[in-house]
């Protein structure tokens, strides 16, 4: 027998009131033959039947539904039989609320809803959807290889390797963070220790365009530290947190001793815009010794690369181990590229990182 024919196949149910959407959804995640629909739903307690009958790996979820919201449905789902959810919504007024509720409710993970007749969706966001559902299926939910594709780019595409002639150490300490799924309530916990007067950190938490800033915002109501969303130019300050935002990748960069990021366009980076490769590779060439990277929760393989460029760089690096990552890929290929110098668990990782910056 064949390693396809034995390849395990993750059940999705998609839960959505536009028969429309419904469909697209679908035939989006059955195009992957590691993807099977096996209902759908108009509202929630449709979904409840379907989910008696047969248990789905994985729920895709809409927010306005008739009947009941999908934020209510997940918090009662989460309470009595708790399967992954990846909130699936197109962007509302009070989307901050919105992110804020989906997440403290359990959701492992948001996109956008698919954009129809727009042809960038289908030739980006189509591969984006299929490896959100994916990771969220192997999520393990008590926590707190992707798909080949023809074209999977490099940092190269957005700016050329470091010379490995790393910078003078200074007394000045850059901390680079790179997250996916699982990534939004990990990076909540390490924030949330931090004194107001840590180093200056720069984040890529792969989400979709303009859930960033919402994500900012709920992460700066309970830090002690100033959380936003990055804009260009913006410095890097001691006690400042910056969130790379959704769409656009971000760079680190040095005008004489002052640190600074760059926000700008440029195509899929590992399958990612932003991408933790370019952020990384970016710091490796910019901050060189003088830079904490870290490699935290999420599916594939994102971040690996630029990350063993900083260490070579003469970064120190850390790594969030199996245990308490939700998706152990990206930290896993990070240290089977010799990226990682120690893995930790998520409760200790903020501890490591004041100590080493």
């Given amino acids: 027998m064949s390693f396809d024919q034995v390849r395990r ?10 028969a429309v959407v ?16 096996i209902g759908v739903a108009s509202d929630p307690f449709i979904a409840a039947e379907r989910i008696r009958k047969q248990i789905p790996d ?5 927010v306005e539904m008739p009947r009941m919201d999908g934020i209510t449905f997940l918090r009662r ?9 990846v909130i699936c919504s197109t962007l509302v007024s009070d989307g901050s609320q919105t992110l804020s509720q989906a997440l403290e409710a359990g959701a492992v993970d948001i996109v956008l809803k698919p954009q129809l007749g727009v042809k960038e969706f289908f030739e980006e966001s189509c591969t984006t959807l299929r490896d959100t559902v994916k990771a969220a ?3 393990r939910l008590g926590a707190l290889k992707p798909r080949r594709v023809e074209k999977k780019l490099s940092a190269d595409a957005v700016l050329p390797p470091p010379s490995h002639r790393a910078m003078a150490r200074t007394t ?10 699982g990534g939004t309530e990990a990076l909540r916990v390490i924030l949330e220790e931090l004194p107001a007067d840590c180093p200056p950190i720069v984040v890529v938490q792969h989400m979709p365009e303009s859930f960033t800033a919402a ?6 109501s309970l830090c002690a530290v100033t959380v936003k969303e990055a804009r260009n130019g913006d410095r890097m300050l001691r006690g400042h947190v910056l969130i790379a935002p959704g769409n656009k990748h ?17 195509p899929l980076v590992s399958r990612h815009r932003p991408s933790v490769d370019v952020l990384f590779r970016s710091v490796a060439r910019t901050a060189g010794q003088n830079a904490v990277g870290v490699i935290m929760t999420g599916m594939g393989d994102d971040g690996a690369r630029g990350l063993k460029e900083m260490r070579d760089a003469g970064a120190q690096t850390l790594g969030q181990d199996e245990v308490s990552c939700v998706v152990y890929g990206m930290p896993k290929e990070a240290m089977k590229a010799g990226a990682v110098e120690r893995e930790l668990s998520l409760e200790k990782l903020c501890g490591a990182i004041l100590r080493l910056s």
Avoid: C, H
Avoid at 58 to 62: A, P
């Fill in 172 to 181: 000045d300490r850059i901390v680079a963070i790179g997250a996916s799924t």
């Fill in 22 to 37: 419904r469909q697209t959804i679908q035939q989006i995640l059955e195009a992957d033959d590691e993807l099977e629909v």
């Fill in 58 to 62: 994985v729920i895709t979820l809409d």
């Fill in 77 to 85: 789902l989460m309470a009595q039989r708790p399967i992954p959810v």
């Fill in 137 to 139: 299926a192997q999520a």
């Fill in 215 to 220: 994500f900012a915002r709920r992460l700066d």
């Fill in 9 to 18: 196949r993750y059940k999705v149910l998609i839960v959505d009131d536009s």
């Fill in 250 to 266: 971000t760079l680190l960069t040095r005008s004489g001793a002052n640190y600074a990021v760059e926000v700008k366009d440029g």
